[in-house]
């Protein structure tokens, strides 16, 4: 096979051959360069389109038949498993990692042809921690497993370590807080409505000395419930809400921080102001670790705040992660904002999905927006997505995440004109997806 007439990016952050061609025998690719290049029998025609390695994910939820998220809620049916992985598959993503953190791997959905591996999370504060949230999805087995022993058996990572749902977060804005509002009002707020709330109540740093009632009362009458909700019990109910969980979360940054020092494996961190610091500490405490600040650009940070911490972090080694989340389309979870700053600042290692309660946009689909606002150059956007990650996290993306001679044929067409536009996409030199936007997206 053949793909041809395009535009090739390599994946390397900065190789773009116009009117390139990439070459490939079997599962792997056997040449790329300028031109036509050697004949084929099967050739795909690349014109007016950007040709790019299979996009490699380092945090997605959901993806996996087992605990959801690290709270360790229960497992999504095999049926919504599946169509997650096809939500990443015809977002041109070609390998996951699922850091929900408490899967096994019997869990994964093999038949599936988007490659899916996990991040372990099984110590012993973040099962405290999970219980203290939910922990419903939590079996004897999951709960019989370890760190090491998850690793021994294939996990790439370590992580996630807390969640939006314990650490006052966006499952928080758009779940828990919703949910605790709504039974007391029979109103359900938006995640955005939901964030404001939290902060008047605790502020950005989630602490009780931060309480406003001026500004709690004046956020209940924006958001219509001044008549259904008195001060008072707004606190009460958005403390036990948020706070419970938060300590014990923390504590379990400490473990994996350690084990990351003792392994050699990186640790994904949910990242927030609540954590940031925390993060920092840990990464001057444990010099051998490799600590990842898991979407970086989270809500709660202003703009600059998010690219001074990004700073500081890098610093010290720390990988920094940006998370797509809903910014590409709704963009009620999350603004583009801080996506776009810490871009354009060039203090971004990979970006990732996250979760976003479900309304999470493709890899592909952010980087356009970040493209057409000049955020970050197409060469180095790519990378962001594909080489970086497939560096970062071994074993997640072996022989992946660049068009090379002699590297797997994971390859995504995309229109030239729009990154976030996937026509096609190949794995192991399979075409999956043909061209898309023509067949209204169907798997071959």
């Not at 405490?285 to 940070?301: C, E, I, R, T």
């Not at 992660?321 to 290692?349: C, E, H, R, Y």
């Not at 995440?401 to 995309?414: C, N, T, Y």
């Not at 976030?420 to 999956?432: D, E, F, P, Y």
Request: glycine share 12%.
């Amino acid at each position: 096979m053949k793909i041809s007439g395009g535009t090739v990016v390599t994946g390397d952050g900065a190789s773009v051959i116009p009117d390139g061609y990439v070459q490939v025998r079997d599962s792997r690719i056997v040449e790329i360069g300028a031109g036509g290049g050697p004949p084929d029998d099967d050739v795909i025609d690349a014109s007016g389109q950007i040709v790019i390695p299979g996009i490699i994910n380092t945090h997605a939820h959901g993806c996996v038949e087992g605990p959801f998220v690290p709270v360790g809620s229960p497992a999504f049916s095999g049926t919504a498993v599946h169509a997650e992985l096809d939500r990443h598959l015809f977002g041109g993503e070609t390998t996951v990692l699922c850091v929900c953190g408490f899967c096994l791997p019997r869990e994964i959905d093999t038949s599936h042809p988007v490659r899916t591996r996990l991040a372990t999370s099984h110590t012993p504060s973040n099962f405290a921690a999970a219980d203290l949230v939910d922990g419903k999805g939590l079996l004897p087995p999951h709960r019989a497993m370890t760190v090491e022993q998850a690793l021994k058996d294939g996990a790439v990572a370590i992580g996630e370590i807390g969640a939006g749902h314990s650490l006052g977060g966006g499952a928080q804005d758009y779940l828990y807080i919703p949910d605790v509002i709504e039974k007391a009002t029979g109103v359900r707020l938006r995640p955005d409505q939901a964030r404001q709330l939290k902060w008047a109540i605790l502020g950005r740093m989630l602490s009780r000395d931060a309480f406003d009632a001026a500004r709690t009362e004046r956020c209940l009458d924006t958001l219509g419930l001044s008549d259904r909700l008195d001060v008072t019990t707004a606190r009460r109910l958005i403390d036990q809400s948020v706070l419970p969980s938060i300590a014990t979360t923390l504590e379990g940054f400490e473990e994996a921080a350690a084990l990351s020092a003792k392994t050699g494996v990186r640790a994904v961190f949910h990242t927030s102001p609540v954590s940031v610091g925390v993060i920092e500490r840990l990464a001057k405490k444990y010099p051998a670790a490799k600590l990842v600040a898991g979407h970086a650009n989270q809500s709660d940070f202003e703009p600059q705040e998010a690219v001074d911490w990004a700073k500081r972090l890098r610093t010290l080694g720390v990988t920094i992660d940006i998370s797509t989340w809903d910014i590409p389309g709704k963009a009620i979870q999350a603004k583009p904002d801080n996506f776009l700053a810490m871009l354009k600042a060039g203090v971004v290692d990979t970006v990732s999905t996250d979760y976003a309660g479900g309304d999470w946009e493709p890899i592909l689909k952010g980087l356009a927006l970040a493209i057409k606002a000049e955020a970050v150059g197409l060469a180095a956007a790519v990378a962001l997505a594909t080489a970086n990650p497939a560096r970062l996290f071994p074993g997640l993306a072996p022989d992946r995440g660049v068009l090379a001679a002699g590297k797997i044929a994971d390859v995504v067409l995309v229109d030239a004109n729009n990154v976030g536009s996937v026509r096609t996409v190949i794995i192991g030199g399979k075409v999956l997806v043909r061209d898309k936007a023509a067949a209204g997206g169907r798997l071959n």
